[in-house]
Nanobody, 119 residues
Framework: QMHLVESGGGLVQPGGSLRLSCAAS????????FTWGRQAPGEQREMIAS???????NYADSVKGRFTISRDNVKNTVYLQMNSLKPEDTAIYYC?????????????WGQGTQVTVSS
């Protein structure tokens, strides 16, 4: 059974750093891309970073230059290094995996990890 488990969230002061991890287990298809999204209270979920199977990355303007997405294809794990954190980065962070086999497209979301940026 497919599972995505995020970890690494927590409380950090403005200007600090955190590294999130998202490990995929029970993968039964070819993984095409990982995406990190976040959702603050009362807000819609925002896609902030993605990485495809070739390692091509994309970032939302809100995090460009501060966040870095990377992946370990052997471990089926994606990371989000977050630097220069701001209070407006406070949200629940989710990872998503997209992929396919010869018949079907798949998309799974993790349960999320809370990131709070506050002094």
């Amino acid at each position: 059974q497919m599972h995505l488990v995020e970890s690494g969230g927590g409380l950090v002061q403005p200007g600090g750093s955190l590294r999130l991890s998202c490990a995929a287990s029970g993968v039964h298809f070819r993984i095409d891309a990982f995406t990190w999204g976040r959702q603050a209270p009362g807000e819609q979920r925002e896609m902030i970073a993605s990485i495809n199977s070739r390692g091509t990355t994309n970032y939302a303007d809100s995090v460009k230059g501060r966040f870095t997405i990377s992946r370990d294809n052997v471990k089926n794990t994606v990371y989000l290094q977050m630097n220069s954190l701001k209070p407006e980065d406070t949200a629940i962070y989710y990872c998503r995996v997209e992929g396919s086999d010869h018949r079907t497209r798949y998309e799974y979301w993790g349960q999320g990890t809370q990131v709070t940026v506050s002094s």
